[in-house]
């Protein structure tokens, strides 16, 4: 008696558990409005410290460029950005290795241009605009080596 009545609590508690159908459903992060905000205020900033670095204002575009990260870093933080956010943090990165360029770091800046590299040289699908954007960053890394002592 005792073993049947163990079975039947064991049955009504396995029972208890959620509904395949009760599973949350995760919302995609980058349909939300949040998101687009956070592209249009990078897009603009990297316009801003663009126009300033040609300018040559680059304590105020460095200025920028530093405010502008962490709406880079928020952008690529989901799980699949989307190619806008990944093409904004990409430009945010290429001005950033042609001020430190243009300071003479060429180790740093190519550090930023390889980030460039690596997220190009990976990004599907394959597209003449992500080529374009990797060999634009193959580039850039060829002229920092010029530099650069072996």
């Known amino acids: 008696m005792t073993t049947r009545f163990c079975i039947a609590a064991a049955l009504l508690l396995s029972a208890c558990g959620p509904s395949p159908e009760a599973k949350e459903v995760r919302k995609d992060p980058t ?12 897009n603009d900033m990297n316009v801003k410290a663009a ?5 040559g204002r680059k304590d105020d575009a ?4 530093l405010k502008a990260e962490p709406l880079s870093n928020k952008l690529l933080g989901v799980t699949q950005p989307t190619f806008a956010a990944m093409a904004a943090a990409s430009d945010l990165d290429d001005l950033y290795g042609q001020m430190l360029l243009s300071n003479h770091n060429y180790g740093w800046a190519r550090m930023f241009f390889q980030k460039n590299l690596a997220r190009w040289k990976h990004w599907t699908p394959r ?3 992500t080529i374009d954007r990797e060999r ?15």
């Not at 349909?31 to 990078?42: F, M």
């Not at 126009?51 to 300018?55: K, S, V, Y």
């Open 51 to 55: 126009d300033l670095f040609h300018a």
């Open 127 to 129: 597209t003449d605009q």
């Open 62 to 65: 460095s200025a920028v460029i």
């Open 136 to 150: 634009h960053a193959q580039q850039e890394i060829a002229d920092c080596d010029k530099f650069i002592p072996e």
């Open 31 to 42: 349909t939300e409005a949040w998101y687009a905000d956070t592209l249009k205020q990078l």
